[in-house]
Structure formats: structure tokens, C-alpha cells
């Protein structure tokens, strides 16, 4: 058979694909003016957390200020939980050895011209960003992509099987689930509104 008239044409297979998932928290409007009030205060009142930053004007509580242990918090704590879980079953992610149980949960907020450099989560198996506070114009979140290519071809145009980094414009109440190893970082936030993110870590848990 000659080479133009072969029926077969080349399929593309997606081995390793990097999985993000995205939770909507449906009673998020009950829950996002008193949570709002309650992290303002919390940034009156703790010492700010993120030592060694790049982003040292962000205000975080990582470190200082654990959200698990405040009751205030519950709902939403729960909520993200109950996403973890159901992360790891559409991943096939054996529930036996998830500790749900967040290891950390830490709040930050971001003023006008605030940001987060590039970072993953060590010694965490999943993590989630919880977006309490936020608008349409806040600043981005990107995730890049977990493989350094060393030599990149140039791409034409870019789509979910070529891109080097993508990012995910916040919305109240929706959570974010993904691999710890992931690196990510926020955009400068260049409105004046404040832009209130909790912050969650989960570790696996062992025989």
C-alpha cells in the first residue's frame, strides 16, 4: 500500500497527565462574610507566618496561626476534605493510605501589589487552595509544568498537550486540588480589593 493511501493516521497518547482538580462549594455564600471578618482579624491579632518568603508583604499564617484547630473554620475544612477524597477516587488513589486528616491549613491574604514566588509543598501528598475572598480582576494562580524540558522545540500554538504552565482565574468558594509536587505561584494582585486564599496540605499515610 502506497504511503498516501494508508487508512491509519497518528493518535496521540497522554501517559502522564497532570491532574488538577476543581471543587465548587455550594453553601460558600453562607460561610464567606464571616470567614472573611474572621481572617482580618487573624491578621490583626498573629504574628505573619512565611519565613523566608520572596513575597515577604504577603501576610500567611503558615506556620503560626493552624485553621484545623479553629471551629470557626469547620465547615469549610470539611467541605475540603470531602474534595481530597474525591480527588483520590477519580485518580484511583488508594484511600488507606491518605491521612485526611490536613497536616497543615494556613490562611493568606493578598493586598494590592502582593504575590507568591514559585514553590511546591514538601512533605505534603496533595494540597488545595480554597479561594474565601476574590473577584473576577484578582490575581491568577499558575501552575507550571513538573518536567524541565532542557531543550524545548518551538511550539506553534499552544494547548493542553504542549504548555509549559497554565493558570486558573479564583472564584469564591471554589477549592483547587492537586499534587504537592506541583510548582505554583500567585500573580501580582493589582486591585485594591483583597484577595483571601486557605491553604491546605495533606500527607499519606503509612502502615
Known sequence: ???????????????????????????????????????????????????????EDTYTTLNTYDLCKDPDFSTVNDFVVSQV??????????????????????????????FQEWHTHGNAMISVSYYLKCNDSSAKIYFKHPVLDTMAPKILSYNHLNCEQVWVQPKPGTALIFRSYLYHCVAHQKNDDTRICLSYNFRRKYD
Open 1 to 55: 500500500m502506497a504511503l498516501n493511501e494508508q487508512k491509519e493516521t497518528l493518535t496521540l497518547h497522554t501517559y502522564f497527565p497532570t491532574v488538577v482538580g476543581v471543587g465548587i462549594n455550594p453553601d460558600h455564600k453562607a460561610v464567606e462574610e464571616k470567614l472573611t471578618n474572621k481572617c482580618l482579624e487573624i491578621r490583626k491579632k498573629v504574628k505573619k507566618g512565611g519565613k523566608d518568603w520572596l513575597a
Open 85 to 114: 477524597i474525591e480527588y483520590c477516587k477519580a485518580n484511583s488513589i488508594d484511600l488507606n493510605c491518605l491521612n485526611t486528616n490536613p497536616v497543615g491549613a494556613w490562611l493568606n491574604i493578598y493586598k494590592k501589589n502582593n
